[in-house]
């Protein structure tokens, strides 16, 4: 039989194949095995593997060329890749426990507080003390973050959060105000630990799967909002007054984060040499404008951050509204409050998920700044649809519309910072930006709250939402932040 065989017909007058294929290889297939052999060639042909990724050698097993052939191609995803990175697994696996922790923490951080005052006015307070360390410490924990080794900051930072969170009960149970300081201090440490984490991840992974990387984690994240909360929710509900044991739980959670991260071997970042600044506070004020100054000359980043911290103003008025908006906003014929609510919640986080698998696995075909642009579009559309409808099917779908379109800006975004930042000035990069965002939702949480007093909830949350629309068409005319 020649090189190239064309249609045959069988005995009974069926067509097995039109086109060209190879020759059976010498020896390799019998009459009765070389119809076989041309199936496996054309289904490999087919899904776009090509004829060098099948193998000659295993005609007259139809599942041996192709199967081997999808399972190299599944491997060159680059979710796929990462799963089988041993380092990067280990790491995302320690950062997931830790995020159930928190979630737990949180809760239980709650339950406590409320428990012994009874006053909302206090619950509140301690959230607030535990938001204030983002905007006041973010800039200098990413300034000495870049002057120290990153996995031992992190692995310091899991081990002595773990002996604070236990002691947050024992101080509570002498005075409940004992525990705020307590609560401050725990977040200005994972504040640290954040700063370290952005700047080491681009150093764990390959340059070409940070998209990827960033997708996971920030999957992770999702499903502990997913799960955790529920999952803390029953955990608190069973304790009881046992509540210490939720504190322990979390304190596990960082130490099995700092164990993990022990375990990686993280390459050190390598620091050029600079001349000696005199004085103490001369090379932390040099390093601190050294970041500002490199944010400022890169017109990508730079844009990319005014526009988000306009943008994500209205990331704050959700969280300051979604409560008020679904007592006094919802229909609560079909979903009476407060379930209405924390059907809300879930829709977003479902959102998340979604989104944040998507970016994962296709992101990478995509450029990041259009990605960035449409996910601000999105996302600005669907808090101007949650806030115009009363219906609660309509508002948990405009949230999970919103909450994959937040992934769609923020995995990319975190991935331009990734790469066009130096690894010596990550941490004060990220955390200054950082900084800014978490101002700028915190003035969005105070703004809608005020306006919320005069105005219908609804139309609040609208006029946020459109402001974010409006950055993302802003996103789409400028050159360096489009085109990115």
């Known amino acids: 039989m020649g090189r190239n065989a064309r249609a045959q017909v069988t005995a009974g007058g069926g067509l097995i194949f039109a086109g060209t294929y190879p020759a059976a290889p010498a020896g390799a297939a019998t009459a009765q095995a070389y119809p076989t052999y041309r199936t496996t060639y054309q289904s490999a042909t087919a899904m776009g593997l090509g004829s060098g990724a099948f193998d000659p050698t295993k005609a007259g097993t139809a599942s041996g060329g192709t ?34 922790g928190d979630r737990i923490h949180q809760v239980a951080l709650g339950v406590l507080v409320f428990g012994v005052t009874g006053s909302p006015l206090a619950t ?11 905007l006041l410490v973010a800039a200098v924990a990413g300034t000495l973050v870049d002057r120290w080794d990153q996995r031992l900051t992190m692995i310091a930072a899991d081990f002595l959060r773990a002996g604070l969170v236990v002691a ?10 004992y525990a705020f300081p307590i609560v401050f201090v725990i977040t200005c440490i994972s504040v640290f630990f954040r700063a370290a984490k952005n700047a080491a991840v681009p150093r764990i992974v ?33 304790l009881g007054s046992a509540l210490t ?47 500002i100054r490199f944010l400022r000359g890169q017109p990508t980043l730079w844009q990319n951050t005014v526009v988000s911290a306009l943008a994500q103003m209205s990331t704050g008025a959700v969280v300051a509204l979604a409560l008020v908006y679904a007592a006094e906003a919802l229909d609560t014929s079909t979903i009476a409050y407060p379930t209405n609510y924390t ?27 259009w990605l960035v642009a449409v996910g601000l579009l999105v996302s600005g559309a669907g808090v101007v649809a949650i806030g115009l409808t009363n219906n609660v099917w309509l508002a948990a779908a405009a949230c999970v519309v919103t909450g994959i379109a937040n992934l769609l800006y923020v995995v990319p975004t975190q991935t331009l910072f990734a790469q066009l930042t130096p690894p010596e000035l990550m941490g004060r990069v990220v955390a200054f930006r950082s900084g800014l965002v978490y101002g700028s939702m915190t003035l969005g949480m105070g703004a809608s709250g005020l306006l919320a007093q005069v105005l219908p909830v609804g139309l609040v949350l609208s006029g946020f939402g ?11 005319l400028l050159p360096a932040m489009r085109d990115a």
């Open 343 to 369: 059907t809300l919640e879930t829709a977003i986080g479902l959102g998340n998920l979604i989104g944040g698998l998507a970016v994962g696995l296709i992101g990478s075909r995509f450029g990041k700044g």
């Open 466 to 476: 459109a402001l974010t629309l409006a950055c993302g068409v802003v996103a789409l």
């Open 124 to 134: 509140a307070l301690v959230f607030l003390v535990a938001a204030i360390p983002n």
């Open 67 to 100: 199967v081997g052939s999808v399972l190299s191609h599944l491997r060159q995803q680059p979710l796929v890749r990462l799963a089988l990175d041993a380092r990067f697994s280990a790491f995302w696996f320690g950062q997931t426990v830790s995020a159930f």
């Open 206 to 238: 390959a340059r070409d799967d940070l998209m990827a990387a960033n997708s996971a984690l920030w999957t992770s994240e999702t499903l502990a909002d997913l799960a955790g909360y529920p999952i803390a929710g029953l955990f608190v509900a069973i």
């Open 245 to 291: 044991i939720a504190f322990w739980a979390d304190a596990a959670s960082y130490l099995v984060s700092g164990v993990v991260i022990l375990g990686l071997a993280i390459p050190p970042v390598v620091h050029a040499v600079v001349p000696r600044v005199a004085g103490r506070l001369g090379p932390f004020v040099r390093d601190f404008r050294e970041g």
């Open 168 to 177: 947050l009960p024992l101080a509570a149970a002498q005075n409940v105000w």
